[in-house]
């Protein structure tokens, strides 16, 4: 069974920096694009920055570039958000996706809590 696990969620001060992860299994891995998406209560699921499959990086929210970067390891079959300077608005649960070309087939993980908070 294809699953996503996300975990490294949690509260952090303002200004402070924690290391997202997110394992897959029952598929091939490396063939499949990541992506980290984030929905804050009250709002629309954000897409936040993705990864191909070539290891090809593409930001899409203004509002985390340059404190942001997504990376990925095949062997170890997990992709990866690390995220630093947190703001309070930055306070959302983040989900990780894998899709293939032009998004023909997807999977998504369950999410995990990330609060900023003083």
């Known amino acids: 069974q294809v699953q996503l696990v996300e975990s490294g969620g949690g509260l952090v001060q303002p200004g402070g920096s924690l290391r997202l992860s997110c394992v897959g299994s029952?598929?091939?891995?490396?063939?499949?694009?990541m992506s980290w998406y984030r929905q804050a209560p009250g709002k629309e699921r954000e897409l936040v920055v993705g990864?191909?499959?070539?290891?090809?990086?593409?930001d899409y929210a203004d509002s985390v570039k340059g404190r942001f970067t997504i990376s990925r390891d095949n062997f170890k079959n997990t992709v990866y958000l690390q995220m630093n300077s947190l703001k309070p608005e930055d306070t959302a649960v983040y989900y990780c996706?894998?899709?293939?070309?032009?998004?023909?087939?997807?999977?998504w993980g369950q999410g995990t809590q990330v609060t900023v908070s003083s």
């Open positions: 996706k894998a899709s293939t070309t032009w998004n023909i087939q997807s999977y």
């Open positions: 990864i191909t499959s070539a290891g090809t990086i593409i």
């Open positions: 029952g598929f091939t891995f490396s063939r499949y694009h």
